[in-house]
């Protein structure tokens, strides 16, 4: 597919409706994590640089349709005010009187942020009505939420349909990482699966299975692999239903030329809490009071092995529980290695989606990485295969 950037278009003068995803974590009315805010201030600022007047659209938490007051996108606007280096004004709601104020009343050179879109259920319900009337406030529509595009809301698909949409700068950097490392990708591929549950990411798995030449299975997931392969995994977490669905996958791999990795050794622990009395073992040696914690040291090699041997890596998921030291030396030391071959110029290295993005922070090693994805379930859903509503309707 094809879509327009801000290259596109003409912005002299008009009021460009610019979807951003600013869903960023709060804690006592302080945003604890500011980078999805950061990320969508080279957009806003060329459309101001280019004459145009940015309308901020945005939803925050999930409030279901009512008005929640602390999900009130005002709680937003000193740390937008600080990123943005330009005044912000706000808008109480997002459609009607009140916007449309706001909006006549915004000057070159400032921002304005209307209300949680949330706030109405037409928005999550895609309503047409809700969407015109957003439509109505400005000329142009600028997606610059890719992590917000698996949603086909009002404000990410519905006013696509009303006005000339393009991609932000954001959104067409999302798209152009995520195209290198799946779409048309330098080969051979490795993709890096991990976290919690299979049940989670299973059409992820399907759908990667198919696509790169090794897939690296790790975290609480691996667990439920190495039990349908037989191995005894103690009390470790592991979804024992799925071992039928691990078998179909890894035989679906297995006819698609992909390897997949498993652990070859494992950090054991017999409680999850940090510094925990743990052993390494080989694989096959798990106990039956034992809890697999962490890819072990062969495991790791092996893993750098891949890398080295790969052109694109993309990665979703811990390796081990990286919320508990030292259980997360797998996780930091295949990571630091991606970054190093990154540095080099060997590696293409894309993550995101969910507890990555924390876990790969964590150690450092993410500002290594060729892209970090400010993505959650949207990540997810194209690593699926799927196609987001968002970004369809961008389509040209
Ligand atoms: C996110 O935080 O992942 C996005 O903002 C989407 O939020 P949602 O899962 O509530 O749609
Ligand atoms: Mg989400």
Known sequence: MTWKTLDDMDLTGKTVLTRVDINVPMENGVVTDSTRIDRIVPTVQEIIKRGGKPVLLAHFGRPKGVVVPEMSLKHVVPALTQAMGVPVSFAEDCIGLPAKKAVAALRAGEVLLLENTRFHE??????????????????????????????????????????????????????????????????????????????????????????????????????????????????????????????????????????????????????????????????EDCPDVGMILDAGPESTKAIINVFEHCSTLIWNGPLGAFEIAPFDTATNAAAAKAAELTRAGSLISVAGGGDTVAALNKSDAAKGFSYISTAGGAFLEWMEGKTLPGVAALDA
């Open 122 to 283: 037409a928005e999550t319900k895609n309503d047409r009505a809700f969407a015109a009337s957003l439509a109505a406030l400005g000329d142009i529509y600028c997606n610059d939420a890719f992590s917000a595009a698996h949603r086909a809301h009002g404000s990410t698909e519905g006013i696509a349909q009303l006005l000339p949409s393009c991609a932000g700068r954001l959104m067409q950097a999302e798209l152009e990482a995520l195209e290198a490392a799946l779409s048309k990708p330098s080969r051979p591929v490795v993709a890096v699966v991990g976290g919690a549950k299979v049940s989670s990411k299973l059409d992820l798995l399907g759908n990667l299975v198919e696509k790169v030449e090794f897939l690296i299975i790790g975290g609480g997931m691996a667990n439920t692999f190495l039990a349908a392969k037989g191995l005894n995994v103690g009390t470790s977490l592991c979804e024992r239903d799925l071992a039928e669905t691990a078998r179909e996958i890894m035989t679906k791999a297995k006819n698609s030329g992909c390897e997949v990795v498993l652990p070859k050794d494992i950090v054991v622990a017999q409680e999850f809490k940090e510094n925990a009395p743990h052993a390494i073992l080989a694989v």
